[in-house]
Nanobody, 126 residues
Framework: QVQLVESGGGLVQAGDSLRLSCGVSGSTLSSYGMAWFRQAPGKEREFVAYLAWRNINADYADSVKGRFTISRDNAKNTAYLQMNSLKPEDTAVYYC???????????????????WGQGTQVTVSS
């Protein structure tokens, strides 16, 4: 049973930084493509960032490009989302997700993932 557990969320001020972590248990992180999504109150869950299993290609939503960085440490079975220059509009519950190598669905959509974490709240005050 693969489990993903996010941590690192919190309440910060605009301009601050946070680093979210996503611990993977029950399998090896190197076998998955990893992503972060977020869901603000009253809105649909949206794609934030993706990192392929070979750590070669990273992709970001336009709204976070240049401010957020996705990374992974396969030895620690953990993925990360470094968030800099946070804005109030970044306030949301952040979810990590993992996709198996044979999942060829679009990594921009929820259907492209096989496993999800429970989410961690990020609140950015102005």
């Amino acid at each position: 049973q693969v489990q993903l557990v996010e941590s690192g969320g919190g309440l910060v001020q605009a301009g601050d930084s946070l680093r979210l972590s996503c611990g993977v248990s029950g399998s090896t992180l190197s076998s998955y493509g990893m992503a972060w999504f977020r869901q603000a109150p009253g809105k649909e869950r949206e794609f934030v960032a993706y990192l392929a299993w070979r750590n070669i290609n990273a992709d970001y939503a336009d709204s976070v490009k240049g401010r957020f960085t996705i990374s992974r440490d396969n030895a620690k079975n953990t993925a990360y989302l470094q968030m800099n220059s946070l804005k109030p509009e970044d306030t949301a519950v952040y979810y990590c997700a993992a996709r198996l190598l044979h999942n060829f669905g679009s990594y921009y959509t929820e259907r492209g993932y096989d496993f999800w974490g429970q989410g961690t709240q990020v609140t950015v005050s102005s």
